[in-house]
């Protein structure tokens, strides 16, 4: 096995062991930016704290968040991906294993480019720390990870041949599938709080133009992973 695919499947270990414990602490103890501001901070007492295996889940819904969800994704391709490899040393991911682990690594990356660019700054704008939402697990999950798994695609992923649209296009699905829900939730039933403040307080008849603003993104985002792999695979 050369020295790229060993780094592949140290990398995509490294994702998913600690997705797992970051994940699993923040269910539990919360997040800091939700402890700092209380777990009830922005109507989030709507959702009903609970047990499981007689442990107190008291941030259980974190589960809902975008961040939760495509950190599971992510962990979930690459440690696939990861055993892919180790099985098959000699031969290169398939190419749904690939298109797979693109939509995963845009996924983390969308998660992390909000993050650092609208949830921290908006954070800040209301007298907060921008830094809360980027220690302890949320390091990994809001940052580390995702900057991994971008960089496991684009230089250590090898390549059969150039991606097309359709892959690029695919990677839209997750916040697709996660909008149908925000939606229902958020401004129909209204079950949920805006946690992410999409709606800057209330003003749902913008959540269209959101909706097609971070398909638009999530576009740009497979597309550039996708440019710069080809760029640095000698793909013409």
């Given at each position: 096995?050369?020295?790229?695919?060993?780094?592949?499947?140290?990398?995509?270990?490294?994702?998913?062991?600690?997705?797992?414990?970051?994940?699993?602490?923040?269910?539990?103890?919360?997040?800091?930016?939700?402890?700092?501001?209380?777990?009830?901070?922005?109507?989030?007492?709507?959702?009903?704290?609970?047990?499981?295996?007689?442990v107190?889940?008291?941030?259980?819904?974190?589960?809902?968040?975008?961040?939760?969800l495509?950190?599971?994704?992510?962990?979930?391709?690459t440690?696939?991906?990861?055993?892919?490899?180790?099985?098959?040393?000699?031969?290169?991911?398939?190419r749904?294993?690939?298109?797979?682990?693109?939509?995963?690594?845009s996924?983390?990356?969308?998660?992390?480019?909000?993050?650092?660019?609208?949830?921290?700054?908006?954070?800040?704008?209301?007298?907060k720390?921008?830094?809360?939402?980027?220690?302890?697990?949320?390091?990994?999950?809001?940052?580390?990870?995702?900057i991994?798994?971008?960089?496991?695609y684009?230089?250590?992923?090898?390549?059969?041949?150039k991606?097309?649209?359709?892959?690029?296009?695919?990677?839209?699905?997750?916040?697709?599938?996660?909008?149908?829900?925000?939606?229902?939730?958020?401004?129909?039933?209204?079950?949920?709080?805006?946690?992410?403040?999409?709606?800057?307080?209330g003003?749902?008849?913008?959540?269209?133009?959101?909706?097609?603003?971070?398909?638009?993104?999530?576009?740009?985002?497979?597309?550039?992973?996708?440019?710069?792999?080809?760029?640095?695979?000698?793909?013409?």
């Amino acid at each position: 096995m050369n020295e790229k695919r060993k780094k592949f499947i140290g990398i995509n270990l490294f994702i998913f062991i600690t997705m797992v414990i970051a994940v699993t602490s923040t269910l539990i103890f919360g997040s800091r930016a939700a402890r700092l501001d209380g777990s009830a901070a922005a109507g989030a007492s709507q959702l009903v704290d609970g047990t499981f295996g007689g442990v107190k889940i008291e941030y259980w819904h974190h589960v809902v968040s975008f961040t939760i969800l495509s950190n599971i994704f992510l962990g979930i391709i690459t440690l696939i991906a990861a055993i892919v490899v180790l099985k098959h040393p000699k031969k290169e991911l398939s190419r749904t294993m690939s298109t797979w682990y693109l939509v995963a690594a845009s996924s983390g990356m969308l998660t992390c480019l909000v993050v650092i660019f609208f949830l921290a700054p908006m954070r800040a704008v209301g007298g907060k720390n921008y830094f809360d939402m980027l220690l302890e697990q949320m390091f990994f999950l809001h940052f580390l990870n995702p900057i991994l798994a971008a960089v496991n695609y684009i230089f250590f992923l090898e390549p059969k041949e150039k991606v097309g649209l359709k892959p690029r296009l695919l990677a839209i699905l997750p916040p697709v599938i996660y909008a149908s829900p925000y939606i229902i939730c958020v401004c129909i039933i209204k079950c949920w709080p805006d946690f992410y403040g999409l709606t800057f307080g209330g003003q749902y008849y913008i959540i269209p133009f959101i909706f097609l603003l971070v398909c638009a993104i999530m576009f740009g985002i497979s597309s550039g992973l996708v440019a710069l792999h080809d760029h640095f695979s000698n793909l013409k």
